[in-house]
Protein backbone atom coordinates (compact mmCIF):
# COMPACT_ATOMS: atom_id res chain seq x y z
CA UNK A 1 0.00 0.00 0.00
CA UNK A 2 1.40 3.34 -0.94
CA UNK A 3 -0.98 6.06 0.29
CA UNK A 4 -3.55 6.52 2.97
CA UNK A 5 -6.55 6.46 0.16
CA UNK A 6 -5.69 2.46 0.85
CA UNK A 7 -7.00 3.16 4.22
CA UNK A 8 -10.29 3.55 3.01
CA UNK A 9 -12.41 0.96 4.23
CA UNK A 10 -12.66 -1.98 1.49
CA UNK A 11 -9.44 -1.16 -0.19
CA UNK A 12 -7.10 -3.81 0.81
CA UNK A 13 -6.61 -6.52 -1.58
CA UNK A 14 -8.18 -10.22 -1.17
CA UNK A 15 -5.65 -12.49 -2.45
CA UNK A 16 -1.82 -13.53 -0.90
CA UNK A 17 1.25 -14.12 -3.24
CA UNK A 18 4.58 -15.60 -2.63
CA UNK A 19 7.24 -16.03 -5.27
CA UNK A 20 10.04 -15.32 -7.14
CA UNK A 21 10.67 -14.43 -10.46
CA UNK A 22 13.57 -12.04 -11.66
CA UNK A 23 14.64 -8.89 -13.84
CA UNK A 24 19.00 7.62 -4.19
CA UNK A 25 18.58 8.30 -1.36
CA UNK A 26 18.00 6.35 2.09
CA UNK A 27 17.99 6.87 5.55
CA UNK A 28 20.00 4.57 7.69
CA UNK A 29 18.20 3.96 11.13
CA UNK A 30 21.39 5.04 12.85
CA UNK A 31 20.38 8.13 11.97
CA UNK A 32 17.23 8.15 14.02
CA UNK A 33 16.09 8.00 17.03
CA UNK A 34 15.40 4.49 16.84
CA UNK A 35 14.58 2.27 19.80
CA UNK A 36 14.70 -1.57 19.33
CA UNK A 37 12.77 -3.11 21.61
CA UNK A 38 11.14 -5.55 19.52
CA UNK A 39 10.17 -8.81 21.91
CA UNK A 40 9.57 -12.33 21.60
CA UNK A 41 6.95 -13.90 18.96
CA UNK A 42 3.27 -14.68 20.20
CA UNK A 43 2.04 -17.85 19.39
CA UNK A 44 0.20 -17.09 16.92
CA UNK A 45 0.67 -16.40 12.71
CA UNK A 46 3.07 -14.07 11.64
CA UNK A 47 0.10 -12.27 9.10
CA UNK A 48 -3.04 -12.85 7.64
CA UNK A 49 -1.91 -14.85 4.24
CA UNK A 50 1.62 -16.63 5.64
CA UNK A 51 0.58 -20.32 5.86
CA UNK A 52 2.13 -22.08 9.48
CA UNK A 53 4.03 -24.63 6.72
CA UNK A 54 5.62 -21.74 4.48
CA UNK A 55 9.42 -20.32 5.95
CA UNK A 56 9.13 -16.50 6.43
CA UNK A 57 11.21 -15.26 5.54
CA UNK A 58 11.95 -17.86 2.46
CA UNK A 59 15.35 -19.42 1.70
CA UNK A 60 17.82 -16.99 0.23
CA UNK A 61 16.44 -13.19 1.55
CA UNK A 62 18.73 -11.23 3.26
CA UNK A 63 16.38 -8.39 3.43
CA UNK A 64 13.04 -7.92 4.07
CA UNK A 65 11.36 -5.02 2.74
CA UNK A 66 8.20 -3.91 3.75
CA UNK A 67 5.77 -1.42 2.39
CA UNK A 68 4.47 1.18 5.28
CA UNK A 69 0.55 2.30 4.77
CA UNK A 70 -1.45 -0.34 5.37
CA UNK A 71 1.23 -2.86 5.78
CA UNK A 72 3.29 -2.00 9.32
CA UNK A 73 1.14 1.08 10.21
CA UNK A 74 -2.28 2.84 9.16
CA UNK A 75 -3.62 6.01 9.83
CA UNK A 76 -5.34 6.95 13.23
CA UNK A 77 -7.81 8.24 13.24
CA UNK A 78 -9.24 6.37 9.82
CA UNK A 79 -8.82 9.02 7.29
CA UNK A 80 -12.63 9.82 6.18
CA UNK A 81 -12.59 11.26 10.16
CA UNK A 82 -9.17 12.57 9.55
CA UNK A 83 -10.46 14.44 6.61
CA UNK A 84 -13.70 15.54 7.96
CA UNK A 85 -12.03 17.45 11.32
CA UNK A 86 -9.61 18.74 9.48
CA UNK A 87 -12.74 20.57 6.63
CA UNK A 88 -14.20 21.39 10.04
CA UNK A 89 -11.71 23.43 11.39
CA UNK A 90 -11.95 25.36 8.78
CA UNK A 91 -15.78 25.71 8.83
CA UNK A 92 -16.09 22.86 6.39
CA UNK A 93 -18.91 20.06 6.89
CA UNK A 94 -18.91 16.85 5.13
CA UNK A 95 -19.51 13.41 5.48
CA UNK A 96 -16.72 10.70 5.31
CA UNK A 97 -18.81 8.61 2.83
CA UNK A 98 -18.87 11.81 0.54
CA UNK A 99 -14.85 12.24 0.94
CA UNK A 100 -14.48 8.90 0.32
CA UNK A 101 -15.95 9.16 -3.21
CA UNK A 102 -14.02 12.07 -3.68
CA UNK A 103 -10.72 11.00 -2.71
CA UNK A 104 -11.02 8.08 -5.17
CA UNK A 105 -11.38 10.25 -7.71
CA UNK A 106 -8.95 12.64 -6.80
CA UNK A 107 -6.10 10.08 -6.20
CA UNK A 108 -6.84 8.48 -9.33
CA UNK A 109 -6.17 11.85 -11.23
CA UNK A 110 -3.16 12.22 -9.62
CA UNK A 111 -1.91 8.80 -10.32
CA UNK A 112 -3.03 9.09 -13.86
CA UNK A 113 -0.41 12.82 -13.78
CA UNK A 114 2.00 10.71 -12.68
CA UNK A 115 2.29 7.64 -14.52
CA UNK A 116 1.71 10.44 -17.67
CA UNK A 117 4.77 12.08 -17.40
CA UNK A 118 8.31 12.02 -18.66
CA UNK A 119 9.86 9.83 -17.12
CA UNK A 120 6.79 8.13 -15.41
CA UNK A 121 6.46 7.84 -11.90
CA UNK A 122 9.68 10.22 -11.32
CA UNK A 123 9.23 12.23 -8.15
CA UNK A 124 10.82 14.35 -5.50
CA UNK A 125 9.75 16.60 -2.39
CA UNK A 126 8.25 19.37 -4.36
CA UNK A 127 6.33 16.98 -6.46
CA UNK A 128 4.58 15.11 -3.65
CA UNK A 129 3.73 17.89 -1.84
CA UNK A 130 1.88 19.16 -4.93
CA UNK A 131 0.29 15.98 -5.63
CA UNK A 132 -1.19 16.40 -2.12
CA UNK A 133 -2.27 19.64 -2.32
CA UNK A 134 -4.20 19.10 -5.65
CA UNK A 135 -5.94 16.13 -3.74
CA UNK A 136 -6.88 18.02 -1.19
CA UNK A 137 -7.71 20.77 -3.40
CA UNK A 138 -9.93 18.60 -5.52
CA UNK A 139 -11.57 16.87 -3.06
CA UNK A 140 -13.21 20.03 -1.28
CA UNK A 141 -13.43 22.14 -4.64
CA UNK A 142 -17.30 22.12 -4.51
CA UNK A 143 -17.13 23.20 -0.51
CA UNK A 144 -14.90 26.15 -0.11
CA UNK A 145 -12.75 28.74 -1.96
CA UNK A 146 -8.98 28.11 -2.51
CA UNK A 147 -8.02 30.25 0.30
CA UNK A 148 -9.68 28.15 2.67
CA UNK A 149 -9.12 24.47 1.16
CA UNK A 150 -5.17 25.58 1.45
CA UNK A 151 -5.82 25.70 5.13
CA UNK A 152 -7.40 22.18 4.66
CA UNK A 153 -4.24 21.00 3.14
CA UNK A 154 -1.76 22.79 5.49
CA UNK A 155 -3.79 21.27 8.31
CA UNK A 156 -3.50 17.65 6.88
CA UNK A 157 -0.26 17.86 5.74
CA UNK A 158 0.99 18.26 9.01
CA UNK A 159 -1.50 15.81 10.57
CA UNK A 160 0.09 12.76 8.83
CA UNK A 161 3.83 14.31 9.70
CA UNK A 162 2.95 13.12 13.62
CA UNK A 163 3.42 9.81 14.87
CA UNK A 164 0.06 10.46 16.75
CA UNK A 165 -1.55 10.14 13.70
CA UNK A 166 -0.68 6.90 12.94
CA UNK A 167 -0.91 3.55 14.74
CA UNK A 168 1.14 -0.06 14.42
CA UNK A 169 -0.52 -3.18 12.52
CA UNK A 170 -0.62 -6.29 14.48
CA UNK A 171 0.37 -8.56 11.63
CA UNK A 172 3.13 -5.79 10.55
CA UNK A 173 4.61 -6.06 14.14
CA UNK A 174 4.21 -9.95 13.72
CA UNK A 175 5.62 -10.01 10.29
CA UNK A 176 8.88 -7.37 11.32
CA UNK A 177 9.67 -9.50 14.10
CA UNK A 178 9.99 -12.64 12.72
CA UNK A 179 12.40 -11.11 10.05
CA UNK A 180 14.19 -9.47 12.50
CA UNK A 181 14.24 -12.88 14.66
CA UNK A 182 15.20 -14.82 11.21
CA UNK A 183 18.48 -12.60 10.96
CA UNK A 184 17.57 -10.66 8.02
CA UNK A 185 17.97 -6.52 7.66
CA UNK A 186 14.64 -4.95 7.64
CA UNK A 187 14.00 -2.21 5.62
CA UNK A 188 11.21 0.45 4.70
CA UNK A 189 10.29 1.45 0.91
CA UNK A 190 7.09 3.37 0.58
CA UNK A 191 5.36 5.82 -1.91
CA UNK A 192 5.10 8.22 1.41
CA UNK A 193 7.13 11.47 1.18
CA UNK A 194 9.63 12.77 3.92
CA UNK A 195 7.16 12.98 6.18
CA UNK A 196 8.37 8.86 6.72
CA UNK A 197 11.98 10.37 7.39
CA UNK A 198 10.50 12.19 10.69
CA UNK A 199 8.12 9.62 12.17
CA UNK A 200 10.59 6.21 11.25
CA UNK A 201 11.99 6.52 13.98
CA UNK A 202 9.16 7.08 16.21
CA UNK A 203 6.90 4.35 15.87
CA UNK A 204 7.08 0.63 16.26
CA UNK A 205 7.60 -1.37 14.15
CA UNK A 206 8.94 1.06 11.81
CA UNK A 207 11.42 2.03 14.22
CA UNK A 208 12.99 -1.66 13.85
CA UNK A 209 14.01 -0.89 10.38
CA UNK A 210 17.65 -0.71 9.41
CA UNK A 211 16.92 1.22 6.07
CA UNK A 212 13.97 3.82 5.28
CA UNK A 213 13.76 4.51 1.03
CA UNK A 214 11.04 7.28 0.72
CA UNK A 215 9.64 7.59 -2.84
CA UNK A 216 10.17 11.44 -2.76
CA UNK A 217 14.42 10.79 -1.69
CA UNK A 218 14.98 8.14 -4.18
CA UNK A 219 13.08 9.83 -6.94
CA UNK A 220 11.01 7.83 -7.79
CA UNK A 221 7.36 6.14 -7.02
CA UNK A 222 6.70 2.01 -7.08
CA UNK A 223 5.55 0.81 -10.05
CA UNK A 224 8.46 2.83 -11.52
CA UNK A 225 11.72 0.29 -11.92
CA UNK A 226 14.21 2.61 -11.11
CA UNK A 227 12.67 2.23 -7.37
CA UNK A 228 13.48 -1.19 -7.03
CA UNK A 229 16.88 -0.56 -8.39
CA UNK A 230 17.70 2.11 -6.36
CA UNK A 231 17.00 0.24 -3.37
CA UNK A 232 19.23 -2.99 -4.81
CA UNK A 233 21.93 -0.59 -5.13
CA UNK A 234 21.80 0.98 -1.86
CA UNK A 235 21.25 -2.17 -0.38
CA UNK A 236 23.80 -3.89 -2.40
CA UNK A 237 21.98 -6.69 -2.86
CA UNK A 238 20.53 -8.55 -5.74
CA UNK A 239 16.87 -9.03 -7.03
CA UNK A 240 16.67 -12.78 -5.00
CA UNK A 241 18.19 -11.42 -1.82
CA UNK A 242 15.03 -9.12 -1.37
CA UNK A 243 11.60 -9.79 -0.58
CA UNK A 244 8.94 -7.04 -0.62
CA UNK A 245 6.25 -7.33 1.86
CA UNK A 246 2.95 -5.20 0.85
CA UNK A 247 -0.64 -5.07 0.68
CA UNK A 248 -1.32 -2.96 -3.25
CA UNK A 249 -1.42 -5.75 -5.82
CA UNK A 250 -0.19 -3.20 -9.06
CA UNK A 251 2.26 -1.32 -6.36
CA UNK A 252 3.44 -3.68 -4.53
CA UNK A 253 3.68 -6.96 -5.32
CA UNK A 254 3.47 -6.68 -9.22
CA UNK A 255 6.13 -4.29 -9.95
CA UNK A 256 7.86 -6.10 -7.11
CA UNK A 257 7.71 -9.04 -9.19
CA UNK A 258 8.28 -7.04 -12.52
CA UNK A 259 11.85 -5.65 -10.37
CA UNK A 260 12.96 -9.49 -10.51
CA UNK A 261 12.31 -9.44 -6.34
CA UNK A 262 10.47 -11.90 -4.18
CA UNK A 263 6.91 -10.41 -2.93
CA UNK A 264 4.29 -11.32 -0.62
CA UNK A 265 1.31 -9.59 0.11
CA UNK A 266 -0.51 -9.72 3.08
CA UNK A 267 -3.64 -7.14 5.14
CA UNK A 268 -6.48 -8.03 6.82
CA UNK A 269 -8.95 -9.40 4.36
CA UNK A 270 -6.58 -12.39 3.13
Known amino acids: MDSIWDCFPGSFPAADVLASTRSTACVDATDLPVERTHPVHEDQPIAPGIETSVPFPPPGVRVVVCDVVGTLVEPWPPVPLAYQRAAARQGIECSPDALRSRFADAWRR?????????????????????????IVHEVFAADAPEEVREGVFQDLWAHFAEPTSWRPLPWGTRLARAALDAGCELALASNFDERLLAIAGRIEP????????????????????????????RLGRGPGELLLVGDDPRLDIAAAHAAGWRALSVGPGH
Open 206 to 233: LSWASHVFASSEIGWRKPAPQFFSAIEE
Open 110 to 134: QELIDGASLPPFATGRQRERERWRG
